[in-house]
């Protein structure tokens, strides 16, 4: 089973999506051709995508490692990235099991009405391996494992069902579509909170600038692509230790510049083509099930967040965050965490923030501190559990590299486990044992039938 999921996990999204898209639009009635033509759009969307990440992270780490080394901004949990938290996930047995359990669990739940949302985010299944595996080392208990896990899916199917209908008034071209992605969907509670309490703060709440209008009233400095080129070389200022490595490094610096800057201009572009391909298998679903079931019906293709994280507001607010977070990470009391790694990860945090602060960009800023801020502590306080899962891997599977924790280190990722959700579910089973399994399961089994309830009226209308 190990084997054989690990060989679909391999594949990768920008192999399977023409696969899975085929498939499935010819299900739904379309033809082949365009089916497979929608699924190849997908699928070069992830490509250009892993491309521009990859970029990112060449262009950052060099010049950020110098920082920590100039600045001696070492703490003692090291960022392992989502690579090292993936391996983790998928090579233990929660992660060898988790998508046909998931799959099944997601069957179960569109079969009794408890759920709308078809999640074919398969790579993405590690974020509940992740916190599964770090409760099966943590307990000593793979029945334990899978709890965590499931218990975390339902979770995310459930908010992602909430979030879909705004998700996809935000973001064009998104309609028929939900993202059941535990990280994304963990900070979305911050933002209503946040978004809602920045109503009442004078100033503030009479600040409404977006994207559009950041272009409008900074002209070229409110560009993304100025910003990039910007920040860029303002990281490679802080790369030289004095002026005389400065003046040397000016081609560097400026390379960096134009590369940042690259990324802010490229990302946009690269994600329209999800749009491209997503809208041929969106519209032919939705007539598909007004058809056979009414217009009050509805079902919901679970996505990956990728598809969207080129908006403007999301590109401008992480890449302002990018040195925030480091600043935060070096002065907050008792964080040990120095993200470095896990900062490409930066433009998934906006995903969900944007439709409630509907793309307010200092409000999105704020909700961005806050959730960084809390989240620092997060990895810190999961880094012992997750580095002994990390050892474990390790041993079973010395060849992977990415499970290799330096020596006098802890392990640590933002990507998931600075999320929220899983820091609950990690709380619950660590702190309180049976009382906090009884707590997830209550908090489950009412937010199951709370949205069954609602979906009903929604059909019955």
């Known amino acids: 089973m190990e084997a ?49 990440t990859a970029l990112l992270v060449d262009t950052m780490s060099p010049a950020l490692g110098k920082v920590v080394e100039i600045y001696d901004l070492k703490l003692q949990v090291f960022d392992m990235g989502w690579p090292a938290a993936a391996s983790v996930a998928y090579n233990t047995l929660v992660g060898s099991f988790i998508i046909p359990v998931c799959l099944g669990v997601n069957l179960v739940l569109l079969l009794t009405g408890c759920t709308r949302t078809v999640n074919i985010d398969l790579w993405n299944y590690w974020h509940f391996a992740f916190i599964g595996a770090v409760v099966y080392f943590m307990t000593d208990s793979i029945a334990w494992g899978f709890f965590a896990a499931i218990i975390c899916y339902i ?17 064009p071209g998104m309609d028929g579509i939900s993202i059941p992605q535990p990280f994304c969907q963990g900070f979305m509670p911050f933002a209503i909170v946040i978004n809602k309490a920045l109503d009442y703060v004078p100033g503030i709440n009479k600040v409404n ?34 002026w005389n490595e400065l003046v040397d490094n000016i081609p560097t610096t400026l390379q960096i510049g134009i590369k940042m800057g690259a990324v802010m201009e490229l990302i ?76 490409a990860g930066m433009f998934y945090v906006f995903v969900m923030v944007l439709p409630y602060t509907n793309g307010n960009v200092l409000r999105s800023f704020i909700v961005g501190l806050v959730v960084m801020a809390i989240g620092l502590y997060f990895v810190t306080w999961m880094a012992g559990d997750f580095t002994s899962a990390a ?13 290799q924790v330096p020596a006098g280190f802890s392990a640590g990722a933002l990507d998931f486990a600075s999320s929220p959700l899983s820091t609950l579910i990690y709380a619950c089973m660590k702190y309180l044992n049976y009382i906090g399994a009884a707590i997830l399961t209550i908090l489950t089994a009412g937010v199951l039938a709370w949205n069954r309830v609602t979906i009903n009226k929604k059909t019955t209308k």
């Open 4 to 52: 054989v999921f690990s060989y679909i996990i391999g594949l990768g999204a920008a192999v399977m999506m023409p696969i899975i898209f085929t498939i499935l639009g010819v299900c739904i009635g379309i033809k082949f051709s365009k089916a497979l033509k929608s699924g190849l759009y997908v699928g070069v969307g992830f490509v250009g995508l892993s491309i521009i």
């Open 155 to 171: 979770l995310t199917l459930v908010m992602a069902d909430m979030t879909a209908k705004r998700f996809q008034k935000f973001y």
């Open 209 to 242: 600038i977006d994207s559009e209008g950041m272009k409008k009233k900074f002209g070229l400095f409110g560009e993304p692509l100025f910003l990039g080129v910007l920040i860029g070389i303002i990281i490679g200022c802080l790369a030289c230790k004095d």
């Open 268 to 343: 946009p572009r690269i994600t329209s083509l999800f749009i491209e391909g997503l809208k041929p298998i969106a519209e032919a679903t939705k007539e598909l099930i007004a058809k056979k079931f009414g217009e009050d019906k509805e079902l919901y293709i679970g996505m990956s967040p990728a598809l969207v994280i080129g908006h403007p507001t999301t590109l401008v607010v992480s890449l302002l965050l990018i040195p925030v977070t480091l600043v935060l990470a070096v002065a907050l009391p008792g964080n040990q965490f120095l993200p470095l790694a896990s900062l």
């Open 391 to 403: 050892h474990s891997v390790a041993q079973v599977h010395p060849d992977d590299k990415t499970v």
